[in-house]
């Protein structure tokens, strides 16, 4: 009764789960043009994750894997769907996911292992893999409702079904350590516990062997994505885009959404989107209004480009951005090897790559 | 004049093209839509944020507070509001009036007076001394009573005006000293005044007579309230008054004494006081140890009550004279209940502290609840968007055309909502700067300002004795001679009985042409924002625009068209007596006969277009070139179908954030006038030249104005009349 009663004064006076305001880029995560300004490696044309193995960084493009050399981008293998995620196994060899429903095992000791469900449920939308220093896989399954391609779809049903899962290469086991998330995408291992990032809880939660999840870093201004380890402790965080207070409001007028839902093509969506606008039949808002031929870059991010660098604890440390007026939108990984970042922004389909000690260096400059 | 429905698409207005999705778009309509449409059809929720707007809100609020008060006690008690009771009401009324009136005047400076019940009793006893003990003759008692009642005031003015001590500590002490003084007095003469009546004509005339049936004391209350409404808001003591009262230290940085005048107001109100002492005296002739008791209970929660402000700077008469009607009539009713004191004073306070908060909280609030409930959007329901993709094979598709513009005056003019050229190849645009800039020929490379306005010019055009007629958004309609004099053509029209909003004004002249007949039609796109609000209009989606006719033949100005929604161009069409308009948040084009046998009608030329429409002029081969300033998009033709969505959106988010009409990408289109697209020449991605408000062809070349540009664009038509001049095909002559 007084829960239900708190409910209806929230929604009233916009306050509590009702509010719609949105964290502000500050602090660590003051903005700065570093990702707009990386050096371009190559554009792709369906990239969708990036994974290292020490020694050199592969790129999941469509179908195909690639590695990126000095002298540009070489297919290493090909798989027999879009991988919708890569990661390497420590003893050589690829995990893959394959249209979002298949993890599969590419080279390596046990080269060819598949699995489609976990806890019997099917895959729907398996978005991240990572691979765990006790020999595990942890895989993220974003989605039970709406398959992979359709993430701002499970957005604007406001989904709860994504998945944390792990997995067994040596015995083929696999096992759910927690479900009912919002939309997981992005998995690492830590200290004997996972991480894992619910994108549109906009946090990243610690889950222990028991089940128990405890949050790491919450209130994030942007919809997390994938994580990775950084060299010298900590993680790299990458968010796809940013948070606003129009999308935080249409979550709370279910009618609109349904309609839009119904009667809008996903495009034109007043939702996020990985890329910066292109067409006018994109929605606008009241600061995208182009002044004297300039897009502000501080108006409200329809997209976004963003990757953050965690401490150990969790601790937003640096952020480096792509802003509201430029492309390097809908960042989706980033793997550090070998004193370089390596970015994919989806949105663009570009892959960055920066130098860490320059990127330390500018920002303590 | 006439007024265009909110239902633009009804067959009957109907143009060639779009008819058959209207009838889908009908059909789709659900029956909560239909109640959601009839719902914002006819009710004006405009109208809230106007009236809160309205200053005199305040004064309404305690007035229908106290008709509340009377009729409900009316309904109580028999015979509350008949004559005999409002007589010997009013004469109560009048003496507790005017010490809430020296109470107001207190308030509105600033400060308070919590003596006014001692000082009433003091100038009470003053009054009865003089007449009973003394016997002096009342023309003598009178001016001394009101010197003492001044001389009480002045106590408190000199200590809180001059020596800056706190109102109410200082007003506190002096309540506690008059009163002792008088007890102290009653002590010594209260048997002597009792023991002796005087006999004065006069005397008695002030204690109870009447002129034509009504009482002296309302007569005299009525002269001094008059007299203090004119001071309090045309006097300069009385805005000086105001301004303390608003901000001491701003009213002393602009040189007002602020220390006298915060004085004299102390003064004024013990002068006020004594007046009601006086009448009292002569009314009742006692001296009890209760008079003027809690008075200052009393008086505080009539002021409070009328509006006027605890923390200073607002007050009326009027407030004050509501406020005491109130308390006076529930005070009397609850008498008539015989209702012990107890509960009487018990119900005063009680309302004393509610119209505190509410006095506190309406002024912390206020701009706020305004600013939330200003924009109202309502229901705007369009078919389904035509397609403008670059293969749908519709004459709005999309293509490169403008790609190869070229810039003039690349970032040196800033806002060119409208470009315009003369016979000699001169071209003139508005800047925000508030300028009529002048491009000289052959390559426009070289400018001067032309002349200098003040306010931002937007549609431009020549009448016929090369006079330069612009419309100045918040200014209204200039003329500039071709000696280069800047003349104010209007800036008002008639006003509409029906609007909350003072109409007369012009908010936002937005696009002009120019009759044969030298009578100017322009668009005033919207009569609730101002110029540089006008994006919000595509939120609120009202037909809050309208045309206006200036006739500088009889140098008069009326309103030809109302309800429409923002409209913008406007061109005469080739029968020279009808214009064709366009609705920017209308996606329409319509065309309205001012002469002829079809005078006075509106009917739709094109409907349904893919974007909002922006100006309208000729082109060389006897079409029209239509601007669109920006493209419709789903996500808001949803929205629009939402009022309900919007509003709340307005209110919840700020502006920045707000869902908006996507004004970026434009394109042009040429149009004839029976309503068919002939082409369209887009720019895509708009990085040449991101903004299109306006064109103009001369000899062979389009010219392009954007509101947020930075530059004019200049486009070759390939199959264009070279020769062809605006000004010479309009007014008939020969370069």
């Given at each position: 009764?007084?829960?239900?009663l708190?409910?209806f004064?929230d929604r ?23 990702l ?20 050199a ?16 981008p070489?297919e290493?293998?090909?798989?027999d769907?879009t991988?919708?995620?890569?990661a390497?196994?420590?003893?050589g ?29 099917a ?16 895989a ?23 998945r ?11 096992r ?10 992005g ?7 996972a ?10 939660v610690?889950?222990?062997?028991t089940?128990?999840?405890?949050v ?35 979550l ?10 119904a ?5 034109y969506?007043?939702?996020?989107s ?6 006018f ?7 995208h ?9 501080w ?15 969790g ?10 007026d ?28 920066l ?5 330390e ?5 | 004049?006439?007024?265009?429905t ?21 059909a789709?309509?659900?029956m ?26 305040e004064t ?8 509340a ?6 309904q ?10 409002l007589t ?11 010490i ?6 207190v ?23 003089l007449?009973?003990?003394?016997k002096w ?8 009573t ?9 106590v ?32 010594q ?59 001491r ?6 040189g007002i004494?602020?220390?006298?005048t915060?004085a004299?107001?102390?003064?004024t109100c ?7 002492g ?7 002739a ?30 009326s ?30 119900v ?15 002024l ?12 109202s ?15 749908s094979?519709?004459?709005f ?19 060119p ?26 390559n426009?490379?070289?400018w001067?300002?032309?002349a ?17 007629y ?14 280069r ?10 006003r ?20 044969d007949d ?13 110029m ?21 033949n ?42 002829g ?21 000729l ?5 029209y ?16 179908r ?30 004839n ?7 369209s ?7 040449n ?26 486009y ?18 020969a370069?």
């Amino acid at each position: 009764m007084i829960a239900a009663l708190k409910d209806f004064t929230d929604r009233v006076f916009g306050r509590g789960d009702a509010a719609i305001t949105v964290p502000p880029f500050d602090g660590a995560l003051k903005p700065n043009q570093l990702l707009e300004e990386a050096a371009v490696v190559c554009e792709l044309e369906a990239p969708e994750d990036l994974a290292t193995d020490g020694q050199a960084v592969f790129v999941a493009d469509g179908a195909r894997i690639l590695r990126l050399d000095a002298g540009g981008p070489a297919e290493v293998a090909a798989a027999d769907g879009t991988i919708t995620a890569l990661a390497c196994l420590p003893g050589g060899g690829f995990a893959v996911a394959l249209d979002g429903e298949r993890v599969r095992l590419m080279g390596g000791a046990h080269d060819g292992r598949t699995w489609d469900a976990a806890g019997g449920r099917a895959f729907k939308a398996v978005n991240a893999l990572s691979a765990a220093p006790d020999g595990g896989l942890l895989a993220t399954d974003g989605s039970q409702a709406r398959p992979y391609g359709q993430w701002s779809h499970d957005l604007m049903e406001l989904g709860r079904s994504g998945r944390l899962i792990q997995l067994s290469p040596a015995d083929g086991g696999a096992r759910e350590i927690a479900s009912g998330l919002a939309y997981s995408f992005g998995a690492c291992a830590a200290d004997g516990t996972a991480w894992v990032c619910e994108s549109w809880r906009h946090r990243v939660v610690r889950y222990n062997g028991t089940g128990a999840g405890a949050v790491v870093v919450d209130r994030l201004p942007a919809y997390p994505s994938r994580l990775t380890p950084a060299t010298g402790g900590g993680y790299w965080l990458t968010a796809f885009t940013a948070r606003t207070q129009l999308i935080e409001f249409i979550l709370r007028e279910p009618a609109y959404r349904k309609r839009m839902m119904a009667e809008i093509d996903p495009r034109y969506w007043m939702a996020p989107s990985l890329s910066a606008s292109t067409s006018f039949l994109e929605p606008m808002q009241g600061a995208h209004i182009k002044t004297m031929g300039i897009l502000k870059p501080w108006a409200p991010p329809r997209s976004y480009g963003l990757v953050m660098r965690l401490s150990t604890e969790g601790l937003v440390r640096y952020s480096l951005h792509s802003r509201v007026d430029g492309t390097h939108h809908g960042v989706v990984a980033a793997v550090e090897c070998g004193g370089a970042l390596t970015v994919l922004s989806k949105g663009r389909r570009r892959v960055l790559r920066l130098d860490v000690a320059d990127i330390e260096r500018s920002l303590q400059a | 004049m006439v007024t265009a429905t909110e239902t633009d698409h009804s067959p009957g207005l109907q143009g060639g093209r779009g008819a058959a999705g209207t009838k889908a778009a009908a059909a789709t309509e659900s029956m909560g839509e239909t109640l959601t449409r009839l719902r914002y059809r006819y009710w004006p929720d405009h109208m809230l944020g106007e009236i809160l707007s309205k200053r005199w809100t305040e004064t309404a609020i305690p007035v229908m507070v106290l008709i509340a008060v009377a009729f409900g006690l009316n309904q109580a008690i028999d015979g509350f509001l008949s004559p005999a009771s409002l007589t010997a009401a009013s004469r109560q009324a009048g003496e507790i009036g005017f010490i809430v009136l020296g109470m107001a005047l207190v308030m509105i400076v600033g400060g308070i007076d919590l003596s006014v019940g001692s000082t009433f009793a003091l100038t009470n006893f003053c009054a009865l001394f003089l007449i009973h003990v003394l016997k002096w003759p009342v023309a003598a008692a009178i001016p001394i009573t009101l010197l003492f009642g001044a001389l009480l005031g002045a106590v408190n003015g000199i200590l809180i005006g001059y020596l800056r001590l706190r109102a109410f500590i200082t007003t506190l002490i002096t309540l506690i000293v008059y009163r002792s003084i008088y007890d102290l007095l009653i002590l010594q003469y209260s048997n002597a005044i009792a023991g002796y009546m005087p006999d004065s004509e006069a005397w008695n005339f002030i204690g109870d007579g009447d002129i034509l049936g009504v009482p002296l004391i309302v007569l005299v209350y009525a002269a001094v309230a008059i007299f203090g409404h004119v001071f309090l808001t045309r006097l300069r003591a009385g805005w000086h008054i105001t301004a303390i009262g608003g901000s001491r230290r701003s009213a002393y940085n602009s040189g007002i004494a602020v220390r006298r005048t915060v004085a004299m107001c102390y003064v004024t109100c013990g002068v006020l006081t004594a007046v009601a002492g006086l009448f009292f005296a002569a009314r009742l002739a006692t001296a009890g140890s209760d008079i003027g008791l809690g008075l200052e209970v009393t008086v505080l929660t009539a002021a409070v009550l009328g509006g006027i402000s605890l923390g200073g700077g607002k007050g009326s008469v009027a407030k004050a004279l509501v406020g005491t009607l109130i308390v006076l009539f529930i005070t009397n009713g609850l008498v008539s209940l015989s209702a012990p004191g107890g509960i009487n004073r018990m119900v005063l306070a009680g309302i004393l502290i509610l119209a505190a908060v509410i006095d506190i909280r309406w002024l912390k609030n206020r701009h706020r609840i305004i600013s939330k409930v200003y924009v109202s959007p309502t229901y705007h329901a369009l078919p389904p968007c035509p397609s403008t993709a670059p293969d749908s094979g519709t004459p709005f598709a999309q293509n490169d055309k403008l790609r190869n513009v070229s810039a003039i005056g690349l970032g040196e003019i800033e806002a060119p909502e409208d470009v315009i050229l003369d016979r000699h190849d001169n071209l003139y645009a508005g800047s925000r700067h508030g300028d009529v800039v002048r491009f000289f020929p052959p390559n426009y490379e070289r400018w001067e300002v032309y002349a200098h306005i003040g306010g931002q010019p937007l549609g431009m055009a020549f009448d016929r004795q090369d006079n330069l007629y612009v419309c100045i958004g918040g200014m209204g309609l200039y003329r500039i001679t071709p000696d280069r004099k800047v003349e104010k053509a209007t800036d008002e029209t008639n006003r509409s009985w029906r609007s909350v909003n003072d109409d007369s004004r012009l908010r936002l002249a937005d696009d002009l042409d120019i009759a044969d007949d030298g009578r100017v039609f322009f668009s005033e796109a919207t009569v609730r924002y101002e110029m540089d609000e006008w994006p919000v209009e595509s939120v609120e989606a009202r037909g809050n625009g309208r045309i206006i006719c200036y006739d500088p033949n009889t140098n008069t100005t009326h309103t030809a068209v109302s309800g429409l929604k923002f409209p913008n161009g406007i061109c005469i069409a080739s029968d020279g007596q009808s214009i064709l308009f366009a609705e920017t948040f209308g996606c329409t084009v319509k065309r309205y006969w001012f002469d002829g046998p079809k005078k006075g009608q509106v009917e739709m030329v094109m409907d349904n277009l893919p974007g909002y429409p922006d100006n309208i002029n000729l082109a060389s081969d006897g079409n029209y070139w239509l601007a669109m300033v920006g493209m419709r998009c789903p996500a808001l033709d949803l929205a629009w179908r939402m009022p309900g969505f919007r509003r709340r959106m307005a209110k919840r988010l700020p502006v920045d954030e707000w869902l908006f009409a996507n004004i970026n990408t434009g394109c042009v289109i040429k149009f004839n006038e029976k309503g068919e697209v002939l082409e369209s020449m887009w720019d895509l991605g708009g990085q040449n030249h991101p903004m299109i408000t306006s064109m103009r062809e001369h000899r062979g070349h389009l010219y392009l104005g954007g509101i947020l540009n930075n530059r004019i664009g200049r486009y070759k038509l390939s199959d264009a009349d070279p020769n062809f001049v605006q000004y010479d095909k309009r007014w008939g002559k020969a370069s």
